[in-house]
């Protein structure tokens, strides 16, 4: 067994840009929880 | 419950039995009952993630919070989707390639026998007092609801789960997690739906959005930097990412989950799905305990949410004064909706004068109904000898007031569902850390695979009875039992965390190096729980900190001495 995560090629996956493009798009999609969740604070929240 | 009720409970409890009694009939050795033979699809896998991480506590504690303290606490769940990425591209891929049966097995093989020890020890001390928790939540909902005795409750909800855990192991878990998670999933929706319907005739959903905001119950992103906060945007990115990193990278009963798909596309795939639906589904959870709050409003609540405790304090000498401060409660709340309505419709006619004078009233009538609601809770703590508090009852007794025909018996499926989920999973995980971590490792390296599978069953049936006593005893304590299981978790989390860090990206980190800076580590972190008031989310941060520097240091002092094949062989 070897101590290193990448000794093996990645499975393909079929989304655009491959499994690099399906982790950006994550990692978009978590600031935007963010933003929208900002968003929804400062319009609705008015203590 | 109504017969209805009863029948769709009973189908619920009916059903999961048999779905894991029938996912159990495959299988013979270790590989299919801790790893299900690696042969289960994504989104089972993916689904069983959800419903392991989402327990009772989800439903209860989570509603209740939000009712009382708004949306705040979604923030720690916000890493979420960059902690998926990471798992996705390091810890996952690793813990499936190596082929292990436990993420602490891997330990071993990088560092050495005793850091193995202490972190499988370290997980199996954490999840054993939590799983307590988690089978104790639902006795909490029934013991309003049905008012049947905890004891028995626990006892009822223990021993099912245990029977197809016992007999199936992961398959069992896998397949019935992804049945109650689908429940749950209807669960969350029915359940916001339903407090929506509840308003009452004329406050229009935009009226209840007002509301909620006017009462601070929207406040989903606190951007204050004051550490003592518990929930803020800085808290919940930093601490929730390093708590969320070690739940799903480092802590078995996840790590069990994602090993078990076919593949590593497919373990990589049940995380993503985790990481895209996690967020949304905790929103609607909390929005569900905020239109609580909003329905409230107008709705009388009890003056104390658990009956249980208002009863005993009825049948003492603190009667006449409870008595005393229902009535003023009674004539605070009266003045509130009185005047909740009254700025619904000055809003609604565009008369601003008006609605700020409302709203000022208004304030001032919620501050003296709330004061008096504390005031009480403080008197009903004072004579009991347990701490308690209403946090948890809060949903359990709208749903009990308000519905039947049905639904009551749906959403309390909806709650066992949660709760026998996080139970089967966690006893499963806390089975294979001592099964392979202790009695492989130590006691019986080499055996038939009849002698390992029975003797993961009895494991397995160790830990359900372990989980049943903690129970009784950790039931008593008296926060919130979100925060409970957050709490005791973070202790162990971060330092459990930090030795997978050194093990993944630190090359000069040595065994003995590693195996004292998990012992630095967790003085670290209980000594600032102790001696600070610092939230504990940043526990998560200082936990892993500490490792990995004393680690890098210490690895210095005590380097790697080369380790000869025939440990490596016998570490498998």
Known sequence: MSDRPHDEPDEAISFPGGWKGLYIFLVIYGFLQIAILYWFTATLNRP | ?572
């Open chain 2, 1 to 572: 419950m109504h017969t209805i009720d009863w029948l769709i409970f009973a189908l619920y409890m009916g059903g999961t039995m048999a779905l894991g009694l029938w996912a159990s009939r495959r299988g013979k050795d270790i590989d299919a009952y801790y790893l299900g033979n690696r042969s289960l699809p994504w989104w089972a896998v993916g689904l069983s993630v959800m419903a392991t991480q989402a327990s009772a506590i989800t439903f209860i504690g989570t509603t209740g919070q939000a009712y009382n303290d708004g949306m705040r606490f979604i923030q720690i769940y916000l890493p979420l989707p960059i902690v998926v990425v990471v798992l996705c591209l390091t810890f996952a891929p690793f813990f499936y390639r190596a082929r292990v049966y436990t993420a602490y097995e891997y330990l071993e093989r990088r560092f050495d026998t005793k850091t193995r020890a202490l972190t499988s020890f370290l997980f199996q001390c954490s999840r054993g007092m939590s799983v307590g928790i988690v089978l104790y939540a639902p006795s909490v909902v029934l013991s309003v609801i049905l008012g049947w005795d905890e004891t028995l409750t626990i006892l009822m909800m223990g021993v099912t789960t245990l029977l197809y855990t016992t007999k199936g192991g992961v398959r069992a878990v896998v397949w019935t997690d992804t049945l109650q998670m689908i429940l749950m999933f209807i669960g969350v929706f029915l359940g916001l739906y339903l407090v929506i319907a509840k308003l009452p005739e004329g406050i229009t959903f935009s009226d209840a959005i007002y509301l909620g905001g006017v009462a601070n119950r929207w406040n989903a992103v606190d951007t204050s930097l004051d550490l003592n906060n518990r929930y803020t945007l800085l808290s919940g990115l930093l601490g929730g990412f390093f708590l969320m990193l070690s739940y799903f990278g480092c802590d078995q009963s996840q790590v069990q989950r994602y090993i078990t798909a076919s593949s590593v596309k497919e373990s990589r795939m049940s995380l993503i799905m985790t990481g895209f639906l996690k967020v949304p589904m905790q929103f609607f959870i909390l929005a569900t305990g905020v239109f609580l709050f909003i329905f409230y409003q107008f709705e009388r609540p009890p003056i104390y949410f658990n009956s249980a405790e208002v009863a005993r304090v009825e049948q003492s000498p603190a009667r006449d004064e409870l008595l005393r401060r229902q009535a003023e409660f009674d004539q605070a709340f009266d003045r509130q909706r009185e005047l909740s309505f009254g700025l619904v419709e000055a809003r609604r006619n565009g008369d601003a004068a008006e609605a700020d004078r409302l709203l000022a009233e208004r304030q001032a009538a919620v501050s003296r109904a709330e004061q008096i609601r504390k005031s009480t809770a403080e008197l009903i703590r004072s004579t009991s000898d347990t701490p308690t508090n209403d946090v948890n009852y809060v949903y359990p007794s709208f749903l009990l007031k308000y519905f039947s025909g049905g639904i009551l018996g749906m959403m309390i499926s909806v709650i066992f569902a949660a709760a026998m989920s996080s139970i089967a999973g966690e006893i499963a995980a806390l089975s294979s850390a001592s099964m392979i971590d202790f009695y492989k490792r130590y006691f019986k390296p080499e055996a038939s695979d009849a002698h390992y599978l029975r003797a993961g069953q009895i494991s397995t049936l160790f830990w359900g009875l372990f989980a049943t006593v903690a129970a009784f005893l950790l039931g008593s304590r008296g926060t919130s039992l979100v925060e409970t299981v957050n709490t005791v978790g973070s202790h162990f989390y971060g330092p459990i965390l930090g030795v997978f860090i050194l093990a993944f990206f630190v090359k000069r980190a040595s065994g003995t190096g590693a195996f004292i800076s998990i012992i630095l580590g967790m003085m670290a972190v209980i000594s600032v729980s102790w001696f600070t008031k610092v939230s504990w989310l940043y526990l998560n941060v200082i936990g892993p900190l500490v490792v990995v520097t004393a680690g890098i240091i210490l690895s210095l002092i005590f380097p790697n001495r080369p380790k000869p094949d025939a440990e490596m062989k016998n570490s498998q």
